[in-house]
């Protein structure tokens, strides 16, 4: 069973079960065929693009690190 989060402007909390495979890749598709990465500003690209880069490390190296650390690290 796989779980999609949908983060929204607005204070609301649902959670849907979806069994219908077919269903399921129309609204992947849909969704990724929706206007609202357009709405992203090029940071937040960029922001995802190395989260996806990091998230692709730790899952190669299963290397992390604390807040803590990297404030430390950073010099904050």
Do not use: H
């Given at each position: 069973?796989?779980?999609?989060?949908?983060?929204?402007?607005?204070?609301?909390?649902?959670?849907?079960?979806?069994?219908d495979r077919d269903f399921v890749q129309k609204l992947l598709s849909d969704l990724e065929k929706s206007d609202?990465?357009?709405?992203?500003?090029?940071?937040?690209?960029?922001?995802?693009?190395e989260a996806k880069k990091a998230r692709a490390e730790y899952l190669k190296t299963g290397e992390s690190s604390t807040v803590a650390e990297l404030?430390?690290?950073f010099g904050l």
């Amino acid at each position: 069973m796989g779980q999609i989060t949908i983060e929204v402007p607005q204070k609301i909390k649902r959670s849907y079960r979806i069994t219908d495979r077919d269903f399921v890749q129309k609204l992947l598709s849909d969704l990724e065929k929706s206007d609202s990465t357009k709405a992203m500003s090029a940071e937040d690209i960029t922001d995802v693009r190395e989260a996806k880069k990091a998230r692709a490390e730790y899952l190669k190296t299963g290397e992390s690190s604390t807040v803590a650390e990297l404030r430390e690290e950073f010099g904050l």
